[in-house]
């Protein structure tokens, strides 16, 4: 029988490594708008999310929302959208995405009290899906369909 890794290959899938950090979370480096960021794999998020400090950082475009974020112990967070942006992970990629904005610093402050580092977002369900994302948890591994 043929490992995940030569079968997923086969399939047309990348192989991207995560960093598992002491927080227990999966960390993974992404290019937002060609711009390198770190950035925690949740698959329990709804959408990718990168906190409203780094707007200009990832040159986001971004406009006021109605939604309230939820999570992370926070709730009723103030937010604001960011369309037509480009997620890189690895090779993979995918133009004309929506990106949650909010603010991150409880996210952060629970990381950097566990001696984890902070991140600049969340790559959530949104993107996972649109990669069909296989996650090798084993083996520290996230495989993503080009």
């Known amino acids: 029988m043929p490992s995940l890794k030569k079968f997923l290959k086969k ?43 780094k707007i200009d950082f990832f040159k986001l475009n971004s406009k006021e929302s109605k939604i309230k974020a939820a999570g992370a112990g926070a709730t009723e967070m103030y937010t604001k959208i960011s ?8 090779t993979w990629s995918k133009n004309k995405q929506k990106i949650v904005l909010f603010d991150l610093v409880h996210v952060n402050e629970a990381l950097t009290s566990h001696q984890a580092l902070p991140v600049d977002g969340i790559i959530g369900a949104d993107v996972l899906k649109k990669g069909k994302a296989i996650i090798d948890y084993k083996k520290t591994k996230l495989y993503l369909k080009l």
Not at 29 to 52: E, V, Y
Not at 83 to 90: E, H, L, R, S, W
């Open 11 to 53: 399939k047309n899938y990348i192989k991207i490594p995560l960093l598992l950090t002491k927080t227990n979370h999966f960390e993974v480096t992404a290019q937002i708008n060609g711009i390198s960021g770190r950035f925690i794999l949740d698959t329990g998020a709804s959408n990718t999310c990168i906190g409203l400090d």
């Open 83 to 90: 369309t037509k942006n480009t997620v890189a992970i690895g």
